[in-house]
């Protein structure tokens, strides 16, 4: 969506990001909620109190324990949930984000379009009169909404701040 250039040599894998990738392509495969491996994390821990007979909660929690009997840290399970979370509340956080913005309801509707009806075009942003920046958008068939969503605030949290220190600022959308 946004092309990103990386430099730089990869670094090996240690043996716990190895099995951080595992368990998340686990996860992806059989479509596991954040609440279900939160729940299976509590109960892994010790600590749920749900009376939840979701089978999968208990596939997740087993996983887990094997994964901690080889020493792999309890923290990387609740950063993994976080994340999974947050992913999965991106389109919500990206239009409260937008929402949020000293822009007019129009330029609001336009920006939760570009996302929802996954528009390609030419975002432009006019500061004080002038157009500081424009971003090129062409959103891939492929690409999962939430990954569209986080993507877009992101870029929209970048320009925003920085058009910010240079005073009023709105929005202009030219679709493809």
Request: with cysteine; glycine share 6%; net charge negative.
């Given at each position: 969506?946004?092309?990103?250039?990386q430099?730089?040599?990869?670094?090996?894998l240690?043996?716990?990001?190895?099995?951080?990738?595992?368990f998340?392509?686990f996860i992806?495969?059989r479509?596991?909620?954040?609440?279900?491996?939160?729940?299976?994390?509590?109960?892994?821990?010790?600590?749920?109190?749900t009376?939840?007979?979701?089978?999968?909660i208990?596939?997740?929690?087993?996983?887990?324990?094997?994964?901690?009997?080889?020493?792999?840290?309890?923290?990387r399970?609740a950063?993994l949930i976080?994340?999974?979370?947050?992913y999965?509340?991106a389109?919500?956080s990206?239009?409260?984000?937008?929402?949020?913005l000293p822009v007019s309801?129009?330029?609001?509707?336009?920006?939760?379009s570009i996302?929802?009806?996954?528009?390609?075009?030419e975002?432009?942003i006019?500061?004080?009169?002038?157009r500081a920046?424009?971003?090129?958008?062409?959103?891939?068939?492929?690409?999962?909404?939430?990954?569209?969503?986080?993507?877009?605030?992101?870029?929209?949290?970048?320009?925003?701040a920085?058009?910010?220190?240079?005073?009023?600022?709105?929005?202009s959308?030219?679709e493809?």
């Open positions: 969506m946004f092309e990103k250039m430099t730089g040599r990869a670094q090996p240690s043996e716990d990001d190895e099995r951080t990738i595992g998340v392509r992806d495969a479509g596991f909620s954040a609440d279900q491996i939160r729940e299976a994390y509590y109960r892994l821990c010790g600590i749920s109190e009376g939840n007979d979701d089978p999968a208990e596939e997740i929690r087993e996983r887990m324990q094997t994964m901690t009997d080889k020493k792999f840290s309890l923290n399970f950063s976080g994340v999974k979370q947050e999965e509340d389109k919500l990206c239009f409260n984000f937008i929402n949020a309801d129009n330029e609001k509707e336009m920006l939760h996302v929802e009806r996954r528009r390609d075009g975002l432009s006019v500061v004080d009169g002038r920046a424009t971003v090129a958008i062409h959103i891939r068939e492929n690409l999962p909404s939430e990954t569209v969503a986080l993507e877009f605030m992101d870029m929209l949290k970048r320009v925003t920085l058009a910010e220190k240079s005073g009023k600022y709105e929005f959308f030219v493809e």
